[in-house]
């Protein structure tokens, strides 16, 4: 692990939209704890709602792993979307402000990528799609 | 989670309570769309206030509502948004596009108010 963990990590199983709420619910309450902004509690909240749909939408089922992080004193919360669908034949065609395979807005991926501090995205074609986003306190 | 919808007037307020799935956003949307006619509304509030995430999908529902409630001949107007939802949903990339939006209930019912009055019955202000 590449952060010291502050607190046990939760980890959220997605395969309804029901879940999309409680993974986002359970994300905003980890970066309460963390004595997040408001503004940065929705931030966070959003960015899993986006990432837990595409869980649901693209490969049925998969997880939210949500942590707390510490990188030398400076806090954060690391949101890892994980799942064995079909994955992303292009990647960068995906990054594209609205691009969707879906009939969607096209806006998860980057989106996400704008709400959070840090994103990275992996993906085999027909293994699978793991996002890594983190948000530090200000 | 049902969202509670109240006629007042020639207006329908439906306000959301708590968190919606995607689900229960489509419900809502449809059962506007068709009380709409039912009661002769005329106008269409969507209070947002409880709200503390509008992703993609919720825009999406709500733009919808609001074109789909004025191809049906009323208005929308969708009320309270939290700030830093409005931030999120910029961030994101979402800006409800086409839809009337305002602070809060009040000044919803007030904008309907005006939108009623139309061309023609408009009051004349002399300067």
Redesign the interface.
């Known amino acids: 692990m590449k952060f010291a963990l502050i607190a046990d990590e939760v980890r959220v199983s997605i395969d309804s939209d029901s879940d999309i709420v409680a993974a986002r619910q359970k994300g905003r309450e980890l970066a309460a704890q963390c004595g997040f902004p408001s503004t940065d509690l929705a931030v966070v909240a959003t960015a899993i709602s986006e990432l837990a749909r595409n869980i649901v939408r693209y490969a049925v089922r998969g997880e939210i792993i949500l942590r707390l992080i510490d990188d030398n004193g400076r806090r954060g919360v690391e949101v890892v979307a994980t799942d064995d669908g079909p994955g992303i034949p292009d990647v960068t065609l995906a990054m594209q402000d609205g691009y969707s395979t879906s009939g969607s807005l096209g806006l998860g991926l980057p989106g996400v990528r704008r709400l959070m501090d840090e994103f990275e995205i992996s993906s085999d074609f027909g293994k699978g799609t793991t996002v890594t986003a983190r948000k530090w306190k200000r | 989670m049902q969202v509670p919808i109240l006629k007042q007037g020639a207006y329908l307020i439906a306000t959301v309570q708590s968190?919606?799935?995607?689900?229960d956003l489509k419900q809502l949307r449809d059962t506007l769309v068709e009380r709409v006619s039912v009661v002769r509304a005329r106008g269409v509030i969507v209070d947002v206030t409880a709200l503390?995430?509008?992703?993609?999908?919720a825009?999406?529902t709500l733009r919808d509502v609001a074109h789909m409630i004025r191809l049906r001949g009323a208005e929308t107007v969708i009320v309270g948004i939290?700030?830093?939802?409005a931030?999120?949903?910029v961030?994101?990339?979402?800006t409800l596009e086409g839809v009337a939006t305002s602070l809060d209930l009040e000044e919803g019912l007030a904008y309907l108010d005006r939108k009623g009055k139309g061309p023609g019955h408009e009051v004349r202000t002399h300067r």
């Open positions: 968190a919606l799935t995607d689900e503390d995430v509008i992703d993609s999908f825009t999406r939290q700030p830093e939802v931030f999120s949903m961030k994101l990339g979402l």
